[in-house]
C-alpha cells in the first residue's frame, strides 16, 4: 500500500520561511519522480514543483522561482519542499505527489499517488 504522508506545514509571517517534508512508504521511492502541488480555498490545485528519480533535474512553476527549492533524500524516501521569503498568496493546501517515470513534470493527472495534504499559512 502506497503512502505519502506531509509534514512541515503552519502558520508562519510574510517573508518566513517553511521546509515541507514528504515521506514515502510502499514504493520503490528511488524511481518515482515527486512533485508538490497546491490548493488554495476556493481554487483549483496548481503545480509548485516537481524533482526526477536522482534529484538531478528540478521543475518550478514561475510564481515560486528563486524562493522554493524542491529536493529528496532517496535515503530516507522523502522529499522535501523549502519554501522561503513566503508570501500570503503562498497560502494553501500543500500536496505531495509521486508519479512513475524520470521526467518531472506539472501535470498532475500524470501522478499517481497523492498525500492528504498539509496547510501552510502566511501572515500579512
Known amino acids: 500500500q502506497v503512502q505519502l504522508v506531509e509534514s512541515g506545514g503552519g502558520l508562519v509571517q510574510a517573508g518566513g520561511s517553511l521546509r515541507l517534508s514528504c515521506a514515502a512508504s510502499?514504493?520503490?521511492?528511488?524511481?518515482?519522480?515527486m512533485g508538490w502541488f497546491r490548493q488554495a480555498s476556493g481554487k483549483e490545485r496548481e503545480f509548485v514543483a516537481a524533482?526526477?528519480?536522482?534529484?538531478?533535474?528540478?521543475y518550478n512553476t514561475d510564481s515560486v522561482k528563486g524562493r522554493f527549492t524542491i529536493s529528496r533524500d532517496n535515503a530516507k524516501n522523502t522529499v522535501y519542499l523549502q519554501m522561503n521569503s513566503l508570501k500570503p498568496e503562498d497560502t494553501a493546501v500543500y500536496y505531495c505527489?509521486?508519479?512513475?517515470?524520470?521526467?518531472?513534470?506539472?501535470?498532475?493527472?500524470?501522478?499517481?499517488?497523492w498525500g492528504q495534504g498539509t496547510q501552510v499559512t502566511v501572515s500579512s
Open positions: 505527489a509521486g508519479r512513475r517515470g524520470s521526467q518531472p513534470t506539472g501535470a498532475a493527472g500524470t501522478y499517481d499517488h
Open positions: 524533482v526526477s528519480w536522482n534529484g538531478g533535474r528540478t
Open positions: 510502499g514504493v520503490t521511492f528511488s524511481s518515482y519522480t
